[in-house]
């Protein structure tokens, strides 16, 4: 079946600009997670979605950064006034039993966002 | 606060070599831990997950094992390949949500 998708594959913006990344997970699945890889740092978490439960927002670095996920299914991050430090990778999983020892996080191929 | 290390960070072996990444995080009480590889401009794709109550789990030429108490996982590769070219990062999954990232082991196999 169809694994997580995203879009855009690359997207480049001018500083200040504000961009929507989106990730469709895996149907069924009821997690959905965001993460940011940058050059030179490792993976981080950035937002955890888990049905209708309120999100863990936790891992988002400022307040620029927002995301939803509608319908419980598709969801879309928010950059607002991009600026350079934004630039790096960010990748969307989900899984179909957080919270077990035996939950697997599937991975999309990402989206590389380059704020000039 | 969980830290995840992964030694080496760089490796490079001869075609058929059997290999050893090593993983260790300072907090033991974890629900999982997961390997993953990654190719260059891609995604992750899952390797192993072995769960806590585990100590290894197999898939073809490759097997994971995990020592919980001392915080320590490996990931063997037998008789590695050109293929096997990428880098490999170890994940734990702590609190049942999102994963803590190893900074990763990039391994190149030459033939």
């Known amino acids: 079946g169809a694994g997580v998708s995203q879009s855009p594959s690359n997207k480049v913006t001018e500083k200040g600009k504000d961009v929507e990344l989106r990730c469709d997970p895996i149907s069924g699945h009821t997690a959905l997670y965001w993460y940011r890889q940058s050059l030179g740092q490792g993976l981080e978490f950035l937002i955890y979605?888990?049905?209708?439960?309120?999100?863990?927002k936790s891992g988002l670095p400022s307040d620029r950064f927002s995301a939803e996920r509608t319908g419980g299914s598709v969801s879309t991050l928010t950059i607002q006034r991009t600026q350079q430090e934004d630039s790096a990778v960010y990748l969307c999983?989900?899984?179909?039993?957080?919270?077990?020892?035996?939950?697997?996080?599937?991975f999309g191929p990402g989206t590389r966002l380059t704020v000039l | 606060k969980q830290e995840v290390t992964q030694i080496p960070a760089a490796l490079s072996v001869p075609e058929g070599e059997n290999l050893v990444l090593n993983c260790s995080f300072t907090?033991?009480?974890?629900?999982?831990l997961q390997w993953f590889r990654q190719d260059p401009g891609k995604g992750l794709t899952s390797l192993l997950l072995?769960?806590?109550?585990?100590r290894e789990q197999t898939s073809g030429r490759l097997n994971a094992s995990l020592d919980k108490s001392s915080g320590r996982s490996t990931l063997y590769i037998a008789a590695s390949q050109p293929g096997d070219s990428a880098t490999y990062l170890c994940?734990?999954?702590?609190?049942?949500?999102?994963?803590?990232f190893g900074k990763g082991t990039t391994l190149s196999v030459s033939s």
């Open positions: 999983a989900s899984s179909s039993s957080p919270g077990s020892t035996w939950d697997t996080q599937y």
């Open positions: 994940a734990v999954n702590q609190a049942g949500t999102a994963l803590i």
């Open positions: 979605f888990q049905g209708n439960s309120a999100p863990d």
């Open positions: 907090d033991s009480a974890i629900y999982n």
């Open positions: 072995i769960q806590s109550s585990q």
